[in-house]
């Protein structure tokens, strides 16, 4: 298995190697141009595991469209307030992975558009038809127009990132979004003791959980209205322990209640 991952970035490396070093025109070798090829592929080892690792422990493309799916409505219910066809609907998911999501906005009639540092999986996208560049995602957020985005998204990002960071992302996703366009940013949820004290930390590129009240104030804090925490994926029945007296159901409330959690939250219209 991990062979199979690392050879998609060696083939890339090889190719743009080769692109960099060899002047047609020329005939000859270009050896200063080999160093920035190999400063864009240091984190490859990494690139390659991490993709391993979504595919064994993130679920099935079917389970994760499934999933995602269920925010489909706060979209529709966004593009219809605003009164905006299909053909100008526009949206960016950041840290967009396997592209699950953008598959289901593309199947709208919608303008997605998906940004990811992991080179392995934005190859994969592109392959798949879709449309989206590699970069680190508020470097790409800083890029884009004001205004102009009904839709900014996120599924288990901003537990990657450093509170300067996060911060930065809220500033610049209320900033490019129109007016009633939204936010839909999901993570694990540490209301469950379980989530909170182990499985955050299987993915070992998690860096710190964020509570969903820090995050609603945050919210509030840069100007979102609206703002709505959607808790999600609780354990399943056979997990929970037997019994329904008020300790019972406290105890399966922390320990198997919801897994993740998003934030909802809309940019505010201009008063009249």
Same mark, same amino acid.
Request: hydrophobic share 35%.
């Given at each position: 298995?991990?062979f199979?991952?690392?050879?998609?970035?060696?083939?890339?490396?090889?190719?743009?190697?080769?692109?960099?070093?060899?002047?047609?025109?020329?005939?000859?070798?270009?050896?200063e141009?080999?160093?920035?090829?190999?400063?864009?592929?240091?984190?490859?080892?990494?690139?390659?595991y991490?993709?391993?690792?979504?595919?064994a422990?993130?679920?099935?493309?079917?389970?994760?469209?499934?999933?995602?799916?269920?925010?489909?409505?706060? #979209?529709?219910?966004?593009?219809?307030t605003?009164? $905006?066809?299909?053909? =100008?609907?526009?949206?960016?998911? %950041?840290?967009? @992975?396997?592209?699950?999501w953008?598959e289901?906005?593309?199947?709208?009639?919608w303008?997605?558009e998906g940004?990811?540092i992991?080179?392995?999986?934005?190859q994969?996208?592109?392959?798949?038809?879709?449309?989206?560049?590699?970069?680190d995602v508020?470097?790409?957020?800083?890029?884009?127009s004001?205004?102009?985005?009904?839709?900014?998204?996120?599924?288990?990002? #901003?537990?990657?990132?450093p509170?300067?960071?996060? $911060?930065?992302?809220? =500033?610049?996703?209320?900033?490019? %979004?129109?007016? @009633?366009?939204?936010?839909i940013?999901?993570?694990?949820n540490?209301?469950?003791?379980?989530?909170?004290?182990?499985?955050f930390?299987?993915?070992?590129?998690?860096?710190?959980?964020?509570?969903?009240?820090?995050?609603?104030?945050?919210?509030?804090?840069?100007?979102?209205?609206?703002?709505?925490?959607?808790?999600?994926?609780?354990?399943?029945?056979?997990?929970?322990?037997?019994?329904?007296?008020p300790?019972?159901?406290r105890?399966?409330g922390h320990?198997?209640g919801?897994?993740?959690?998003a934030?909802?939250?809309?940019?505010?219209?201009?008063?009249?």
């Amino acid at each position: 298995m991990q062979f199979n991952y690392q050879q998609r970035n060696q083939d890339a490396f090889l190719q743009e190697l080769i692109d960099s070093t060899y002047n047609p025109d020329e005939g000859n070798n270009k050896p200063e141009s080999v160093q920035p090829v190999l400063q864009a592929h240091q984190n490859d080892k990494l690139d390659a595991y991490y993709v391993a690792f979504e595919d064994a422990c993130r679920g099935s493309r079917e389970q994760i469209r499934s999933s995602l799916s269920n925010y489909l409505p706060y #979209i529709r219910q966004a593009r219809d307030t605003l009164e $905006l066809p299909d053909s =100008e609907v526009r949206l960016m998911d %950041l840290g967009c @992975g396997r592209g699950e999501w953008l598959e289901l906005l593309n199947e709208q009639g919608w303008q997605a558009e998906g940004v990811d540092i992991n080179k392995v999986m934005v190859q994969d996208c592109v392959n798949k038809g879709l449309s989206v560049v590699q970069q680190d995602v508020i470097s790409y957020l800083k890029q884009q127009s004001s205004d102009s985005i009904l839709a900014v998204t996120a599924f288990h990002i #901003i537990e990657h990132i450093p509170f300067a960071s996060l $911060l930065s992302l809220f =500033e610049e996703s209320i900033r490019v %979004l129109k007016p @009633g366009g939204l936010i839909i940013f999901e993570t694990p949820n540490l209301e469950n003791i379980l989530v909170g004290s182990h499985t955050f930390y299987h993915d070992p590129t998690h860096r710190n959980p964020v509570t969903p009240t820090s995050v609603q104030f945050l919210a509030h804090y840069i100007g979102f209205c609206q703002v709505e925490i959607v808790r999600l994926h609780p354990y399943p029945e056979e997990a929970r322990l037997p019994g329904h007296d008020p300790v019972t159901e406290r105890l399966n409330g922390h320990l198997c209640g919801p897994q993740d959690y998003a934030i909802i939250a809309h940019k505010p219209e201009p008063e009249e």
